[in-house]
């Protein structure tokens, strides 16, 4: 049994998947302005570990990742600037070289963390029609209303809105200041469509019953989700500041338009917070997995940090904590790797008892922590043999992902895929593709190699 805590009873439950046997599972995934920071990525090895419970429990998980490459605005409000607009500002580069660039380093960054890929990535660029088709169907319903600058859902007209974050709509509304956009009859109400400036042709903009310019950021999600999970599916995932906004949003505008239960589990996870700061990425100042590795740790050093909190409470980021988890990563290197060549069986039916600890833990909403310590336990344990041992490692990594098979001596021979990314760096900056060339250097490193440019060419080590 797999207990999860859904958002929306704020309880632990059963899971129970709508076909037995089977998991739609959507992640909501990044804004590609920028690189991901190391707080974005506890969303995704927190969706990528109830993924792997659920996958080791026999599970066959269908999992939706969306990309969000239309630039929204900074402001969950409707407001601000263009994310994507600014991000290409920033670089002086199209919208398009901005989005392609950082949803190839999110990518990397999700193979870095041994994250498994999704069944499926979709663009929100790529599902424009899917999302006008949506806003159409909401607009039949009369659940729509257009001013001077977009479409906009009218939340007065859903009975329940606001029921993931319990939002108190009347206290909202009496404490509403009026800065909102002109003709907006309620501030909970948001835009499915934004119309282009009339004087300005946008970097991205596409043409729509209701004339050229861009969906709403929210749309995006339950379009995609819908399209290829379903009109109900079983889990979604993201960080708990999508809790009253994007995803109250997203329930408003689905369950209006099929007038069914949208999403049956809510997950979402807490923040990994800097001391007492908030991680932000459009501040500009944040750490990036990329940063962890020049600083010389290596991915799964985090991976392992993250593992070792609940994801259901804040998380804070220290260096001493990550040196922390770098060390117990250095010594379960050392036994993983000593006991691989070992041999010998001496109670089986004590490493039965281990998993089973194991298992019970991470089905009980995701106790990683816990999960860990009946790791150290048995390993520990000098009642089990190597058999045993080597046996309990690859079924705890299953649902870890800590990569523990691919754990290597640090004086051992340099694998075959780190040569092929340092020909595919040479291939790159022979081409002058300089970010691409940077971009698989962090890889390598990533692997825990260092290259160094030589007069005799690419010189590789052990980091
Ligand atoms: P964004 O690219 O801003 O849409 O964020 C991607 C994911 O990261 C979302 O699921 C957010 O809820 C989540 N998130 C953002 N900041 C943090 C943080 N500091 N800690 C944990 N998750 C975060
Ligand atoms: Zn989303």
Redesign the pocket.
């Known amino acids: 049994m797999i207990l999860l805590f859904n958002t929306m009873s704020r309880s632990k439950e059963e899971f129970i998947p709508l076909v037995p046997g089977k998991v739609g599972m959507y ?5 590609v302005y920028n690189f ?2 190391i ?2 990525l ?3 090895v927190f969706a990528d570990t109830l993924k792997r419970v659920l996958l080791d429990d026999g599970f066959e998980v269908k999992h939706v990742m969306n990309i ?1 490459d239309v630039g929204h605005l900074t402001d969950d409000a409707d407001a601000g600037d263009d994310k994507m607009e600014a991000g290409a500002a920033r670089e002086r580069k199209s919208v398009w070289e901005i989005a392609r660039f950082y949803e190839q380093a999110f990518k990397e960054d999700l193979e870095l963390l041994n994250i498994l890929s999704p069944t499926l990535f979709c663009r929100a660029t790529e599902h424009i029609q899917e999302q006008i088709e949506l806003i159409k169907r909401l607009e039949e319903k009369g659940f729509t209303y257009t001013i001077e600058d977009g479409v906009y859902l009218d939340t007065s007209k859903i009975e329940d809105y606001g029921k993931l974050a319990r939002l108190d709509i009347d206290k909202l509304l009496a404490g509403a200041r009026v800065a909102m956009a002109e003709g907006k009859k309620s501030p909970t109400d948001f835009a499915l469509w934004k119309f282009s400036p009339k004087t300005k042709k946008r970097a991205m903009e596409w043409d729509s019953p209701w004339g050229p310019g861009f969906p709403g950021w929210h749309i995006e999600c339950s379009a995609m989700g819908m399209k290829h999970l379903g009109e109900t599916f079983d889990i979604h ?6 809790i009253p906004v994007h995803h109250t949003n997203e329930i408003a505008q689905s369950e209006a338009a099929t007038g069914k239960v949208f999403v049956r589990y809510w997950l ?6 800097l001391e007492a700061a ?4 459009s501040s500009g100042e944040f750490l990036t997995l990329r940063k962890l590795i020049e600083m010389g740790y290596q991915p799964v050093d985090y991976r392992y940090f993250l593992l070792n909190s609940l994801y259901r409470r804040p998380a804070t980021f220290t260096f001493e904590a990550l040196d922390g988890a770098r060390s117990a990563v250095s010594n379960l290197r050392d036994r993983v790797l000593s006991l691989r060549e070992a041999k010998g069986s001496k109670n089986p039916q004590k490493a039965e008892e281990y998993l089973s600890q194991f298992r019970s833990a991470v089905r009980d909403d995701l106790n990683t922590p816990q999960g860990l310590a009946v790791l150290w336990n048995s390993l520990k344990d000098d009642e089990l043999g190597p058999d045993e041992k080597n046996y309990l490692l690859g079924q705890f990594d299953a649902v870890l992902g800590l990569g523990m098979d691919r754990f290597e001596k640090k004086e051992e021979f340099i694998p075959e895929e780190v040569f092929a990314l340092v020909e595919a760096r040479q291939t790159a900056r022979k081409n002058r593709e300089f970010a691409e060339a940077d971009s698989i250097r962090v890889r390598i490193q990533g692997l825990g190699f260092l290259v160094e440019d030589t007069a005799q060419g690419p010189q590789v080590r052990k980091a």
Do not use: E, Q, W
């Open positions: 992640t909501c995934g990044p804004t991901a920071h707080g974005n506890r969303a995704y969000t995932t993201g960080g708990i500041d999508h979402h996870n807490d923040f990994l917070v908030k991680m932000s990425k």
